[in-house]
């Protein structure tokens, strides 16, 4: 039993925070109210200040495992989750061997059950082994639990095959995440074609490389009836196409952006750190403010990390060799609520709705909330708080992050998950 | 305070080059004795970390620390095994220990001397990263120009060609601009990126381009070997368009326009052969003005020490590095 006292309760259906206590009882919130009586045995938390919001949700990480452990493995990633108050995840199949079978698809489940103290979920490839050619296994990976499908790392590069993999998958429930590039246009080094491309003298991917398969892939979810996501939105004419299609309601679109996207332009990479190395790009000012109006609005549903680890080793080398991606799960809640929630760009409820209800939506999971009846799933978080990122800070096994030892403002104090207390600060 | 390491231009200030600019012309009055050498650089050690192929940079480098009284030592860079960050850093390690004063290095990767400065205490110098910078390139060009015109401010140096791919247009247009020197560029739109600095106007035909009375031509390599992707048609067609051809030559000459050109030239391309024998073509004297500028460099830097990126300078020379005219 656990008794939280006057904790302000975060909903993702109003901007205003309750205050109350929270009294949970075998994984269950048992009750809300004020000055709740105390029950016998009932651990009593004095939560007076601090926010009290359901754990979050993130649709897009990398695991790395099976074939990368070196960078992350699913206990790492996961106590890297539960580090920064995410309770489930969505792991990508670009492992090594690829997601692309109901066996390794398994393999990767039964790991996540011994290893993760959180749920986690997986996504399965559209192609076998990404290479965007044969389909890969779908429905044997569909009756495992997989309903997003995708080659993300890549875009399915062939129309065709997309399209058949969608009419296909389709009738069994799934659904498309969309990494989107046109690699002939995007080029290998993952900078912005700006500014910033020319001043540092590296051939620079130009949005419109992701613009086009935004566009496509709609079409082509369009044409086979399909539900597509797409994944790390970085550009604003990007944000827009997925506005238009969305506007004219004959195709299911969701899309998801990630905080660095949000927070970070290409003139952070300054002179060639490779912390800010990723793909999509990290690009304009007026990319990151029309993304955070998509946002919002909800032409963007969910914020997601696209946490990508990458050993140090990997990552100190020069910007051209350093490979693409940045940590995101530590850092994502903290973040947030530094650069957005507390200057006042948005609210708490938009961060529940965004980082914790919309995913778990778009995988068809129960959403989690404080509300009486509901499981046990909260983070306890302390807005007057600073978390410093230092390395031992972080439970990710790589720390390949731009907020590495900078202190924010918040802090992740108490994460709750049925009956455990994942992590208590 | 000195500098560690020349990695741009972008950083320099404009007393930082006119010190270099002042030295070079020092330099360079050495090369008439009979005796050309100094001892500057007597006891230290130069390692010459080439990546990518280079004739003329190299051997410039080679005789500027050999003239300082430098040992130099070429490092041998194993192409097949180069590609990849981690050969890099291993490299740089090796060096380290080495104890070397001074690296000269050349890579096709933006950004990687620079990487390589952090991690050593000696001085380190870009020889040319990626489409990045060729700082020494641009230093040589600035006093190529500055020995026609004393006093460039508000002539105008016109770059032709492969701007895309060109680190010696990027060091060379911003040094000149620190120096006054108004820039504009003309290329093939596939070879000159939209986002260029506004200060630098774009022409899209030639004829714009003159209209526009520059007092310097300065034609760009064809990096032929590096079009793996197609940026034009042929080039015939780009002699034909954007290349200094025997009509062109003669309203140049007409104009009393120099010609400048980082070489090696392509010839037929970038400029037709009667260039190379025009009165005005600078593009010996820069090769020869190479030399003082790389002197001037290596005299300047300071190596060891834990150096702070661009750090102020005091342009005090160190003692003994001026006293060389008789």
Same mark, same amino acid.
């Given at each position: ?22 009294? #949970?009882?075998?994984?269950?919130? !048992? ?7 105390? &029950? =016998? ?17 993130? +649709? /897009?990480?990398?695991?790395?495992? &099976?074939?990368? =452990? ?11 989750? *539960? ?50 050619? =044969? ?62 491309? %020319? ?18 892939? *709609? ?14 939105? @970085? ?44 793909? &999509? ?55 947030? %609520? ?35 009846? !509901? ?23 790589? !720390? ?26 | ?84 960050? =981690? ?8 060096? !380290?220990?080495?104890?070397?004063? %001074? ?12 990487? *390589? ?27 190529? #120009? ?22 010696? +247009? ?28 506004? @200060? ?38 780009? /002699?034909?368009? %954007? ?9 140049? @000459? ?6 400048? /050109? ?20 600078? *593009? ?7 030399? @003082? ?30 006293? #060389?005219?008789?």
């Amino acid at each position: 039993m656990l008794l939280l006292q006057n904790a302000r309760i975060a909903s993702e259906n109003s901007p205003v925070l309750l205050e109350s206590d929270v009294l #949970i009882v075998e994984g269950k919130i !048992q009750a809300i109210g004020s000055n709740l009586a105390i &029950p =016998e045995g009932a651990r009593v938390i004095d939560a007076r200040g601090r926010i009290l919001m359901p754990g979050m949700f993130d +649709a /897009h990480v990398h695991f790395r495992a &099976p074939g990368f =452990e070196n960078k992350e493995t699913i206990t790492t990633g996961s106590e890297a989750a *539960i580090n920064g108050g995410i309770t489930g995840v969505v792991m990508m199949p670009n492992t090594r061997p690829a997601l692309d079978s109901a066996t390794a698809v398994a393999t990767v489940l039964e790991n996540a059950r011994d290893r993760a103290r959180i749920p986690v979920y997986t996504s399965g490839c559209v192609t076998k082994n990404r290479e965007g050619k =044969e389909l890969a296994e779908i429905e044997g990976m569909r009756e495992l639990g997989v309903k997003m499908l995708t080659d993300d790392g890549d875009t399915t590069a062939d129309p065709a095959v997309l399209l058949r993999a969608m009419q296909y998958a389709t009738e069994f429930g799934m659904f498309f995440a969309s990494h989107c590039e046109v690699p002939e246009l995007a080029g290998p080094r993952a900078l912005n074609e700006g500014v910033m491309s %020319y001043r540092l003298g590296i051939k620079g991917s130009p949005a419109c490389a992701e613009e086009i398969i935004i566009d496509r892939d *709609i079409r082509l979810a369009r044409a086979a009836g399909a539900h597509v996501h797409i994944q790390h939105v @970085s550009s604003k004419l990007g944000m827009e196409t997925i506005r238009w299609w969305k506007s004219r309601g004959d195709v299911k679109v969701t899309a998801e952006v990630a905080p660095h996207h949000l927070l970070f332009t290409d003139e952070h990479i300054g002179d060639y750190d490779t912390n800010y190395k990723m793909n &999509p790009p990290l690009r304009t000012q007026a990319d990151c403010d029309a993304l955070l109006e998509g946002l919002k609005e909800g032409v963007l549903d969910l914020i997601a990390t696209d946490h990508a680890p990458h050993t140090p080793f990997e990552k100190a080398q020069d910007f051209i060799s350093a490979p693409n991606g940045i940590t995101g799960l530590d850092t994502a809640l903290v973040s947030l %609520y530094h650069h957005f929630v507390a200057p006042g760009k948005f609210g708490w409820d938009l961060v529940v709705k965004r980082y914790s209800a919309e995913p778990r939506r778009l995988m068809g999971l129960p959403v989690a909330a404080i509300e009486v009846g !509901q499981p046990a799933d909260c983070v306890l978080f302390d807005t007057d708080a600073e978390t410093t990122f230092t390395k031992d800070f972080m439970k990710s096994k790589s !720390q390949n992050t731009p907020f590495i030892d900078q202190t924010l403002k918040g802090s992740v104090d108490l994460v709750v998950l049925g009956t455990e207390v994942l992590l208590e600060r | 305070m000195a500098r560690k390491d020349l990695l741009d231009i972008a950083s320099l200030h404009r007393e930082e080059i006119e010190f270099l600019l002042d030295q070079s012309t020092s330099f360079k009055k050495l090369f008439t004795r009979s005796v050309k050498k100094i001892p500057a650089l007597e006891g230290k050690s130069v390692l010459m970390l080439f990546y990518e192929a280079s004739t003329r940079t190299h051997s410039s480098f080679e005789v500027a620390a050999k003239r300082l009284s430098a040992e130099v030592t070429n490092f041998n860079v194993d192409h097949s095994s180069i590609t990849k960050g =981690e050969s890099v850093r291993e490299t740089i390690e090796t060096l !380290q220990a080495m104890r070397t004063d %001074y690296i000269v290095v050349r890579h096709s990767h933006s950004g990687l001397p620079g990487m *390589i400065a952090r991690q050593t205490t000696a001085s380190v110098i870009n020889a040319g990263d990626g489409a990045h910078e060729h700082p020494t390139q641009a230093l040589l060009d600035a006093f190529t #120009i500055k020995e026609k015109f004393p006093d460039p401010r508000g002539k105008k140096v016109l770059i032709i060609g492969d701007i895309l791919h060109s680190r010696v +247009a990027r060091s060379t247009s911003t040094l000149l601009q620190k120096l006054g020197i108004e820039v504009a560029y003309l290329g093939p739109g596939s070879l000159v990126p939209k986002y260029v600095p506004a @200060s630098i106007p774009r022409f899209t035909d030639y004829e714009a381009a003159m209209a526009w009375a520059p007092d310097v031509v300065y034609l760009l390599r064809v990096q032929l070997e590096r079009q793996d992707v197609q940026f034009f048609p042929s080039v015939r067609e780009y /002699h034909r368009v %954007y290349g200094i051809t025997n009509t062109r030559l003669a309203e140049i @000459s007409d104009k009393g326009l120099y010609i400048m /050109h980082p070489g090696p030239v392509n010839r037929g391309v970038e400029l037709c052969d009667a260039v190379m024998d025009y009165e005005r073509s600078l *593009i010996t004297n820069q090769v020869e003005n190479g030399i @003082s500028v790389r002197m001037a460099v290596l005299d300047w830097l300071t190596p060891g020490g834990d150096f702070p990126k661009q750090e102020a300078y005091a342009a005090q020379p160190r003692a003994g590095s001026t006293v #060389i005219m008789p």
